[in-house]
């Protein structure tokens, strides 16, 4: 709910209604800034961030804003280098509604005729730039998420009417059927067989800016679900979830290569194929090292990947490179390497090919 504007023509500082030192001649920065340390986080990173309710009227955001869907806003950041954070889609669809602008003492976002799928965590910070090299001012931010309430859309629209949720044994997961309305009852249900799944507020829980989580995933919860939210009417469904156990451990890529034929002949074609199985949502990129390489060899490389089902609710992705040597000879014959690398580290094998 948007509090009531403040009445004085200027927008108060964070702490201006405390209690000053009588002396004028002290400087009061000094203890405001321990005073500014020992206050919680997400209140020191309100400091350069503002709403613009009125004319010549502005109002410090707390944590969680809810506004009707429909409603314009306009957001204040202090600064004159400023980098603003808003739900992605706005910028996916260079939605018109969006406006930024960077004036001299701060920069101005305005989302006009918002809708329900506007709801997100809009943030701003300042940028400190020496050059060409600009880093976030971590002392200088400013964060709100927004509910756009929508009782005829009480999930946040998505763009696709069934997703999938990879279960990780080592990480949590989130199932994200996000609501626009805070105060919505949501429950998780799954299809098959029909039951509401318990949510016990530790090992899953609810939150509405993020949906359903499950902080330690087990392979027992696969398999298709699906929220219902309820608020003063009707209950809605939210879109289907396919939840996916992932066999495959985060690390390194685990990688094996093989050459096809194993003993290759004068003039044969030969493949060099070095497999990578890992997390089904992490990519892999493949470098070759191989023996006609220096002098330029013409080979060709050819990279692909599939999701393969290794039992009921178990998926891993499996990714190949394959390197082709067309008309085989002597000087192909040698050591050939394959470096495989993920997010999480490389792996390099090899393998040898002989006439």
């Not at 069934?162 to 044994?169: A, C, D, G, Q, S």
């Not at 002098?295 to 599939?306: A, C, L, T």
């Amino acid at each position: 709910v948007i509090g009531q504007p403040t009445k004085s023509k200027r927008p108060k500082e964070h702490g201006e209604n405390k209690i000053k030192p009588v002396n004028k001649k002290v400087r009061p920065k000094a203890p405001k800034t321990k005073e500014r340390e020992s206050v919680d986080s997400s209140l020191k990173s309100q400091s350069i961030l503002t709403q613009v309710m009125d004319k010549g009227h502005f109002q410090k955001l707390a944590a969680t804003l809810s506004l009707a869907a429909g409603q314009s806003i306009e957001l204040r950041c202090k600064g004159n280098n400023v980098t603003w954070n808003y739900p992605s889609y706005l910028d996916t669809f260079k939605d018109s509604r969006l406006s930024i602008k960077q004036l001299d003492r701060y920069s101005q976002l305005i989302l006009a005729n918002s809708t329900a799928a506007d709801t997100g965590e809009y943030s701003c910070w300042l940028q400190l730039c020496t050059g060409n090299k600009c880093r976030k001012d971590e002392t200088k931010t400013g964060s709100t998420y927004i509910f756009f309430t929508d009782k005829e859309e009480l999930f946040v629209p998505t763009p696709s009417y069934f997703e999938i949720v990879y279960l990780n044994p080592d990480k949590p997961a989130v199932i994200p059927c996000r609501v626009t309305t805070p105060s919505a009852k949501v429950t998780l249900h799954r299809e098959f067989p029909a039951e509401e799944i318990e949510t016990d507020g530790t090992d899953i829980f609810y939150d509405a800016k993020k949906g359903f989580v499950f902080q330690h995933p087990t392979s027992d919860q696969k398999g298709i679900v699906y929220c219902k939210a309820e608020s003063q009417g009707a209950p809605q469904i939210s879109i289907k979830y396919h939840l996916l156990y992932v066999e495959v451990p985060r690390g390194p890529p685990s990688a094996s290569i093989a050459v096809l034929p194993s003993r290759a002949g004068a003039g044969d074609r030969v493949h060099v194929v070095c497999t990578v199985l890992g997390e089904p949502d992490v990519d892999v990129t493949f470098r070759w090292q191989y023996p006609g390489q220096e002098s330029e060899r013409p080979v060709i490389i050819q990279n692909f990947w599939r999701l393969i089902n290794r039992g009921i609710g178990h998926t891993t992705r499996i990714s190949k490179s394959v390197l082709l040597v067309e008309d085989f000879e002597d000087r192909d014959v040698g050591n050939y390497v394959c470096i495989a690398q993920n997010l999480q580290g490389e792996t390099a094998v090899a393998t040898q090919a002989e006439l």
